[in-house]
């Protein structure tokens, strides 16, 4: 379930619909984390792309790079967006 965090477009302060996508396939990798192109080839998106949402997860503290991979945090989206006072879009 997306919270306020990916129902908010990305010119509202959110990051939208599909950085959910990028960041459920980061999710799914677990603490091994993933590539940028190993999460293009399970999402679909081009690696400019996928670097923009990752680096949006990252502003908000649910991702991190660490030697070419990337990982969650163990931060949740609902903390994310309380922290930068998204709330549910009307």
Request: aromatic content about 8%.
């Given at each position: 379930?997306?919270g ?6 990305s010119?509202?302060?959110?990051l939208?619909?599909s950085a959910a996508r990028?960041w459920?396939?980061?999710e799914s990798?677990?603490?091994a984390g ?5 999460l293009?080839?399970s999402?679909?998106?081009?690696p ?5 949402h990752?680096?949006g ?7 991190e790079e660490r ?7 163990g ?16």
């Open positions: 379930m997306d306020p965090l990916f129902a908010t477009a010119r509202n302060g959110g939208g619909q990028t459920r396939q980061l990798h677990g603490a993933a590539t940028v192109e190993e293009c080839a999402v679909g998106y081009q400019s792309t996928i670097l923009k990752l680096k997860l990252a502003r908000f503290g649910m991702v030697e070419g991979r990337w990982r969650p945090t931060k949740s989206q609902w903390e994310a967006a309380s922290e930068h006072g998204l709330t549910e879009p009307a």
